[in-house]
């Protein structure tokens, strides 16, 4: 069945989060903190592994700051934000002074999910038709980390199951053609740039810094192009 890969993952995330809502008042404040920073760490270093694998660093780098500049021009943080907030206003109304929060893991949580090799070839493989090994993989990650946002951002996490399947839902749409449309050379320059996004992830998760991450996802989109019309 196409697209089953991309269900079990929606249903996963919002499985997580419902259960991190739940019972995440139990878990000590520090417990929540630790574990967050530990997902923080994991996700640096599975952002370098894909980083250090490219051919040449000038393409994820033009892509992504191409792509920066792009995302930043058309305000895509902002308008997540945007969402976010007025989700927020929608369904968690009865929680006073909580859409930072609400908005914080909304956005944190669908760069989280939908940034990263996993996204682009679960995607192909989606499609086939194929049982899809890669996405519940995915899955099964994106609901452990869910519990975890969960706990410490509140409902908004679940709420990122839109950005999931909105975002997966499309790339398997299109699998058979994107798979067709990037040779190896582009999908190693593309995760490399995913790779750099990924460790900007981890690195808002430890409070080191506030990379405005929804901005560069159009890099992802520029660098296999810049690979195709420029590498030789």
Known sequence: MRGLGTLINTGLVIAGSGLGVAVGH?????????????????????GVSDAIDTHNMVFPLVGMALGALLGEALRIEDRL????????????????????????GFVTASALYCIGPLTVLGAIEDASGETPQLYIIKALLDGFVSIMFAATYGIG????????????????????????LLDDRMRVELFAAGGLAVIGIGLNLLGVTKIRLANLLPGLLLTPVLVAIFAV
Not at 30 to 45: C, F, H, K, P, S
Not at 157 to 180: E, N, P
């Open 81 to 104: 934000e945007g969402l976010g907030a007025r989700l927020q206003r929608r369904f968690d109304r009865g929680s006073t002074g909580s859409e930072n929060l609400f908005v914080k």
């Open 26 to 46: 139990r878990i000590p404040e520090r417990m929540r903190t630790t574990l967050l920073q530990v997902i923080g760490l994991v996700t640096i270093a599975l």
């Open 157 to 180: 996490v679940a709420f990122s199951a839109l950005s999931v399947f909105v975002v997966q839902g499309s790339l398997t749409l299109g699998g058979a053609g994107l798979d067709s």
